[in-house]
């Protein structure tokens, strides 16, 4: 290879005795096909559409059949740039693990936390202290902050008032009678990301906690009864990180329980907060070396993608799909913003967005009220729909909401009672009403009787059916009678008339009185149907 020629030909200096040339002029390395540069970014797509096929399943494939330099950073950042593949493929890895800090103090900080609903409907309040482990709890009633709060008040009144107190931010931690009760008893409150619920340290009580109340429930055992055992058995027994009890721990002279008291000296408490720190050190180590713990790059200023934690089905996106901007950055979680509303989201929680460029508008098809990925339908109980958009907001108190795009067409049910007892605006039944408004009903299901016709003409052909069945097929498609009304006039006016076929049966004098009237004859015995279920009314 000559010094003066391009980089881009001196990379096959390493292959060339695999390089080969067929008789139509292909080059080959061995028996893959050695693509140009303009059908390589072709290739990746064609491998990637339809499955939406992850990074290494493209690459896979593509190497099955083709030879390029640079194939995984260009498979990598076209994955990347996929809408569908952000949204429907969770992340691969999780965030390094970082620990709590090991307290100087006993009963200095605190973590709390509910546990339940039980089979009662009670819930366990659970205060634990983070420097010896020392776990208190009691029953309540609810979640409610004047339940929770006289509970964690009986407990700070036991052992006293901590520094600070670190909790989720379901209720009632999120209250302002929580933030009142603090400030009275000069108690930072912490939390922790939302909807992380690995982040409190108090987690790790609640699994003996419910493997406790679990037995107690199948035993038909006092739950009272069993909490008070459960705390002073896991008050006595040595804790595997600080190798000492917590009740010894935070007491020094331990409790005097079913077994003998043993008394710990200040030296022992030291040498346990040493040992719990290197403990929690050496267990940061061991887990941060997996290759599956890669801390997420982002800085104030990307945009990113939230977990949607408002999965309804296996359908709905992994993550939203509208973008927030980071803020702020702290150990372990993230500051958002996206369309004035401020989010606190885990590392783990969040996507980084290549390349995404914010509008300072709403999306353009919510703007023309066409519907989005967070539509759904609600189905009633006459078949017909009601359409509306999820908040795209799931903060407590400060959920933004967006233009709804609702039908205009009344229900069914409303329209037939309006066909029996008259409607509000004329005071009498639709055959009495002014001609005008007759008129303007007819204008507004215009458009949905033409489009029926178009899709039944196309369904049936130029077949003189249309005429005959037309009524049978909409009734039992729950469309409303006057829909009935004009898709048989706009039949007949394209030549499809009933004299023609020779097959409709003759109306009668009441229903052809009733087609004078704006309804089809099928609206009859659905009133006469109604009727009798309302006891002849």
Not at 153 to 170: F, H, M, W
Not at 392 to 400: D, I, K, N, S, Y
């Amino acid at each position: 290879m000559p010094k003066s020629a391009r980089e881009e030909l001196k990379r096959f200096t390493k292959i060339l005795p695999e390089i080969t040339v067929t008789g139509n002029g292909i080059l080959l390395k061995g028996e893959r096909i050695i693509l140009p540069q303009s059908l390589q970014a072709e290739s990746i797509k064609l491998a990637h559409q339809g499955s939406h096929t992850g990074q290494t399943g493209i690459v896979r494939r593509l190497r099955y059949h083709f030879f390029f330099h640079g194939m995984e950073g260009m498979v990598q950042d076209f994955v990347r740039q996929c809408e569908s593949c952000q949204l429907f493929t969770d992340k691969k890895t999780q965030e390094p693990i970082i620990p709590h800090k090991v307290p100087g103090k006993c009963w200095s900080e605190v973590a709390v936390d509910l546990f339940g609903p039980m089979p009662n409907a009670k819930h366990v309040v659970v205060v634990q202290d983070m420097a010896s482990r020392f776990p208190a709890a009691k029953i309540v009633a609810s979640t409610k902050a004047d339940k929770v709060i006289p509970a964690i008040e009986d407990i700070y009144d036991t052992y006293g008032n901590p520094d600070s107190q670190l909790s989720d931010n379901g209720p009632p931690f999120n209250s302002k009678a929580m933030e009142q009760f603090a400030s009275k008893r000069d108690i930072c409150l912490k939390k922790t990301p939302p909807l992380h619920p690995s982040s409190n340290p108090v987690e790790t009580f609640m699994k003996p906690l419910g493997k406790a109340m679990k037995a107690a429930h199948n035993g038909n055992e006092s739950k009272h009864t069993t909490l008070a055992q459960l705390l002073s058995n896991y008050r006595d027994t040595p804790h595997p990180a600080t190798g000492l009890p917590p009740a010894a721990m935070l007491f020094r002279d331990a409790s005097d329980s079913v077994f003998p008291r043993v008394t710990v000296s200040e030296h022992q408490v030291e040498a346990a907060r040493k040992r719990d720190w290197e403990t929690k050190a050496e267990r940061q180590l061991e887990v941060n070396n997996s290759k599956y713990k890669k801390r997420t790059d982002v800085k104030i200023g990307d945009w990113v993608l939230i977990r949607n934690f408002t999965k309804r089905s296996k359908f709905d996106p992994l993550f939203q799909p509208e973008p927030c901007m980071v803020t702020e950055i702290m150990d372990g979680w993230v500051a958002l913003e996206r369309a004035g509303t401020r989010y606190r989201r885990h590392r783990d929680d969040i996507k980084a967005v290549p390349d995404y460029q914010p509008i300072s508008h709403p999306p353009s098809n919510m703007q023309t009220g066409q519907q989005t990925q967070w539509e759904f339908t609600l189905n009633d109980d006459d078949d017909e729909y009601t359409s509306c958009y999820i908040p795209l907001q799931h903060e407590a108190g400060t959920t933004q909401q967006y233009e709804a795009a609702l039908p205009t067409i009344p229900r069914r049910s409303a329209r037939l009672q309006q066909h029996q007892e008259g409607s509000p605006a004329s005071g009498g039944p639709l055959g009495q009403q002014e001609e005008g408004s007759a008129q303007v009903l007819e204008q507004q299901e215009e458009t949905s009787a033409q489009a029926t016709y178009q899709r039944m003409q196309h369904q049936e052909g130029p077949s003189m059916r249309v005429a005959t069945g037309l009524g049978d097929t909409l009734h039992g498609n729950a469309l409303h009678d006057s829909t009935l009304q004009g898709s048989q006039q706009q039949a007949h006016q394209h030549g499809a008339t009933v004299q023609n076929a020779g097959t409709a049966p003759a109306l009668s004098a009441p229903q052809q009185g009733l087609q004078r009237r704006g309804r089809h004859p099928k609206a009859h015995r659905t009133q006469q149907f109604l009727r009798n279920l309302r006891g002849g009314r």
